[in-house]
């Protein structure tokens, strides 16, 4: 997900497919997870982009009663 030098501004827009491990006490079980986001990097130079936001969604289920929402929030600058 880089920015093309000759673009003024990128959209990122990031699927993850993975798993999660979680352990409690004795037990462990792993479980499918996913991972939504999006964002936008702009071009300063022709190295170096700012990322003003960025968030990610990650919905997973555990057992029958568990599910858990996790939700990421990030910013930056992007060194190409």
Do not use: C
């Amino acid at each position: 997900m880089f920015l093309d030098l000759n673009q003024e501004s990128a959209n990122l827009s990031p699927l993850l497919i993975g798993g999660v491990n979680i352990g409690v006490k004795d037990k462990s079980k792993s479980v499918f997870a996913l991972g939504f986001g999006g964002g936008i990097d702009i071009k300063l130079t022709s190295r170096f982009a700012l990322r003003p936001m960025q968030f990610d969604w990650i919905p997973f289920h555990y057992y029958e009663d568990f599910q858990k929402n996790s939700v990421r929030f990030g910013f930056g600058v992007v060194i190409q």
